[in-house]
Structures are given as structure tokens and as C-alpha cells.
């Protein structure tokens, strides 16, 4: 038999802020290729595990692995170029810029350190750069927004460019926070949607979610977080069913 390969571990992670332990005992193997969903309450710790991941928060014991190299010490912008981003949370678009763009940008910035408007105007791998954004905006149904500022989009059209500029970025591991926090019904569904599309492409995806709802037509496989521990792990129908998952959700 194949063992799953492992592209992410949390091993012992414990997180204290003062008195409140916000992290016990946490294990997660995250494997690659998959959609692995973390749930959990509000206050269940899912976001400080997310910041534990990404290198903003340090653990106050236990490490993350990501394929093979330790995370734990790494600042985010190291942990970013290893091949890890996080969408949804630090959109960082040029409001001046065109969608076009600012699709274009992070590609130039990954390969070239800063971003600077004057690597518009030269080199063939521009022409790659820009082939790739013109596909990935009509994929996400952003064609006709092409040429518009990016500060002028709707709220939903600036979540679709971030994803495009995230997606640019060839990341091995893609970590989303809570993409449907605050959204009306519609917006959720076409967040969605948006998620079923980017499920069919390759690489690994986490998604921190309070909404069940939401994950069980992504996930693979889910982890629960109550109260700071991993509390269930498995495949969505035995999450679903399991009595442990349902009382965390009712307050039990
Ligand atoms: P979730 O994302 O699952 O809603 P969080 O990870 O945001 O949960 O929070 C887990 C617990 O840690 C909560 O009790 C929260 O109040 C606390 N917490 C989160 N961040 C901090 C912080 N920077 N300082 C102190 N307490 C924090
Ligand atoms: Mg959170």
C-alpha cells in the first residue's frame, strides 16, 4: 500500500496567550493534493492555528513541518516564499492598478524580489505572465473586468482577483480563512462556487470554516477544533454523524 504524502504537520502544537491556552496538544497532517477543512466553533482556535501555520503567531511549543523543512522560527514572508499563501485576509490589491495588472504583479514580484511598474515594459516572460493572468480572469469570470481599476470592483469581483493573484503565485499549499465570514447568502454562494473551481486544481487547500455548511460539498477530510483541541478528524459523512462534533456546535 501507498502511504499519503504528508506536505504539512503541525506536531504538538500548544498555543498559551497569558492564561488562556488557545492550542493543546494539536496534531494535523495535511496531505497533499487535498482539501482539508479545519471547523470548529467561534473561539475554537481555528484562526490561531491558521496564524501558527503562516508564521504570525509563534507556538509556545510543538512545530510545523511543511514538506520536510521546519516552519517554526520562519517570518511569514519565508514561509510565503517556501510556497504557502493565504487568501482572503490581507488583500492586497493596487487600487490603481488594473485588474489585468494586478494579476500580473505577484508573478513578477515572486520572480524578481519587489514589484516595480517599469518590469511592464520589457522581456518575453511578461507575455507568458500576462497569457497566464487573461486566463486565470476568465476562468474566474473576470474578463470584462479586465481593464478597470481594481480599487472600483465590488467586494465579491476584489475576492476573485485576490484568489487570481494568489493563484499566479503557483502556491503548494493554500490556506483560506473563513472565505464566507459576513457574507450574505448569495455571496456565499458564489464563494462557493468559486471554491469548487479552484478544488479541481491541483494543489493542497486548507480552509479554516465556521459554516458546515460550506465545507461538506469541498472537503476531503476535516478536522474539528473545540476549545483549543482537536476533537474529530475524518471524512466529511463520519464528521457529520459524529454526536462529539454535533454537541460542540450546540454549546454542549
Ligand atoms: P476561531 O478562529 O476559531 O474563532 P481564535 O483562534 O480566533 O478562534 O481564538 C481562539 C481563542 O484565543 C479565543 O478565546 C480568543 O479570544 C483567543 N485569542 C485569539 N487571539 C488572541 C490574542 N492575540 N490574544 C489573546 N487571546 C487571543
Ligand atoms: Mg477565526
Redesign the pocket.
Known sequence: STTPNIVLHAADVF?N??G?R??SDIDLQIEEGKTHAII????????????VIIGR?PPTSGAVIFDGTVLTGKAPHEINQLGISRVFQTPEIFADLSVLHNVMAPAFARRDGAFKLSMFRTTSREDEIRAEAEHLLQDFGMWERRHDHAGALSRGDKRRLELCMCLIQHPRLLLL??PTAGMSRHDTNTTIDLLKKIKSRGMTKVI?E?DMHVVFSLADKISV?AQ?RIIAQGLPEDIRVNPDVKKAYLGG
Open positions: 498555543k496567550f497569558g488562556l488557545a492550542l470548529g466553533p467561534n473561539g475554537a482556535g481555528k484562526s490561531t492555528l491558521l496564524n503567531i480563512d473563513e479554516i465556521h477544533l483549543g
